[in-house]
């Protein structure tokens, strides 16, 4: 995972720096005492350039090393196929991707409380962002994100966990996994585990519908709406 994860970052820090210094007319190999200050906004947009570019290569390295070791049968190797039957009916499916975000909801509230720290008190968009940077922004947290980090935790590192533990120590593994890899930066409020702590429930669900129905794609949904349902919460009016 660390190897995923460093080398996505790694490539598109790289592709920002560049790629965005060549478009302003800056020489992306200037040393840091001479290049020039390109702006709070501009920095913004190439932090969230970065993190949509990271998840996009992130994808592409779990997709391409799962091409590269099993060719036709990549698609099984992370689920993404119908070849094993749903073990979950649909109405049941249906439920949990429909009552989940409440639940998810109340949990992260409760741990933002414990921890002393905020949730959906205040949040607001900045009115500087534009249109296309919200819509950006909106696609990398519901679609990008999940997509990526499923085809990594619930796919590769499932289906790898998956040959040597039993369903339950996978499900746990790759839970504990997930939510160490979203520890902030440690701070007074929480020392940086609030988020992890949060995301465990959720974690733990995404384990258990990729055992029960042996595929990714309700996996990602679930993960995708459950970010969607968390910023309607935080930025809803009122």
């Known amino acids: 995972m660390p190897l995923y994860l460093g080398a996505a970052s790694l490539m598109a820090l790289a592709c920002v720096r560049v790629g965005a210094d060549l478009i302003a007319g ?3 190999f ?9 702006g709070a906004m ?17 994808a592409g390295l779990v997709l391409g090393t799962a091409l590269w070791r099993d060719g036709a049968g990549w698609r099984a190797r992370l689920a993404l196929d119908r070849r094993q039957p749903n073990g979950m009916r649909a109405r049941n499916l249906l439920l949990v991707l429909l009552l989940w975000p409440l639940a998810h909801i109340v949990w992260v ?6 921890f002393g720290t905020s949730f959906g008190q205040g949040t607001r968009l900045s009115p500087l962002l534009t249109p296309a940077s ?8 519901v679609v990008l994100a999940p997509v990526a980090e499923e085809l990594l935790m619930r796919g590769e590192i499932f289906r790898r966990a998956r040959t040597v533990l ?6 746990l593994l790759t839970a504990t996994i997930f939510a160490l890899a979203h ?6 409020a929480g020392w940086g585990l609030a988020r992890p702590v949060s995301l465990l429930p959720l974690a733990i669900a995404l384990g258990i519908l990729r055992w029960r129905t042996g595929r990714l794609w309700p996996c990602i949904a679930l993960h995708g709406w459950s970010n969607l349902a968390l910023i309607a919460y935080v930025l809803w009016p009122g």
């Not at 509230?109 to 414990?114: L, Q």
């Open 30 to 38: 200037l040393p840091p005492n001479r290049r020039p200050f390109i």
């Open 166 to 171: 039993g369903p339950a120590a996978t499900i």
């Open 183 to 188: 520890i902030s930066a440690p701070s007074s």
């Open 134 to 141: 919200v819509a950006a922004w909106l696609a990398y947290v």
């Open 42 to 58: 501009a920095l913004a947009r190439r932090e969230l350039a970065v993190d949509i570019l990271r998840q996009i290569f992130l």
């Open 109 to 114: 509230s409760a741990t933002a409380a414990v």
């Open 26 to 28: 800056i020489d992306p």
